[in-house]
């Protein structure tokens, strides 16, 4: 008989062999199965049943070849929301969902008595930066672009699938805002950040975007094409918020410093205390 310990200990000992972190197995056991942690636990020398235990296997054999879990199960968990995710798009990071909070933070701080704000996500990918904000600031008016038509599929129906009301435009990172010529009060992105010739995990580097990760030699070159155009596009009294690889304080210092002079901006770091966002302020 296969209990439920028995089996997650034998992935767990197998995940451990190949470097993927042992909390993969429980985390997919309870998305799998729909149930609770402590849920499990209360029954964990039961019976799995089978069905259950045909398509956990099947599923822990893809994570075992270093397919991320959010693939196999088709979905990632992003501030409350369920967000679709694929190949087309990146998986949603934990650090985004603080970029999102120091956001929404921001606007109230900031646009006390605006009626509306209206706010542009560049390189929305899946989408899940513009739909935490549409849903949780009724007064945003959002926007949303990305370069990838495929990935503008996805990000729809995550809006659509979380009643997000989001104006999607496809096109190069700040060009659609400026064609329709929008005037924006927030301007929020992720971009790639990687640099080019860094060495990632497989899981990321064989089954992620490359054009959603890496930012060309130095990984900054998103960030000098949205300073190079974003008074185009921002109001007189606007702000604009990144998200940022750990080690680029000094360069991203520098590049505001050098391309938008006396900007007001600042550094945040995230839950690991590593350098992770931007907020650029325009007063
Ligand atoms: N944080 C992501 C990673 O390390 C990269 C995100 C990005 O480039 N915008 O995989």
Known sequence: MTTFSSIVRKYEKLCDNKDIPCETVMAYLTELSQ????????????????????????????????????HVLGYSWFYGYKMIVNED???????????????????DEWFVDN???????????????????????????????DISEEAVVTARKNAENNEADIEFVTGDMLQPLIDKGIKLDVLVSNPPYIPQEEVMEKSVVDFEPHVALFGGEDGLKFYREIFKNCKKVLKEKAFMAFEMGWDQRERMSKLV??????????????????????????K
């Open 35 to 70: 149930r609770e942690r402590y849920d499990l636990y209360l029954h964990y020398e039961d019976e799995m049943p089978e069905a259950l235990e045909k398509e956990f296997e099947a599923g822990m054999d893809r994570i075992l070849h270093y397919e991320p879990m959010e």
């Open 257 to 282: 410093e050098e391309m938008l002079p006396g900007c007001e901006y600042e550094i945040l770091k995230d839950m690991n205390g590593k350098d992770r966002m931007s907020f650029v302020y325009f």
């Open 115 to 145: 009626q509306s704000i209206a706010c542009a996500d560049v390189g929305t990918g899946s989408g899940a930066i513009a739909i935490v904000l549409a849903k949780e600031e009724p007064k945003v008016h959002m926007m949303a672009t």
């Open 89 to 107: 798009v990146l998986i949603p990071r934990p650090e985004t969902e603080e970029l999102c909070a120091n956001i929404l933070a921001k606007m």
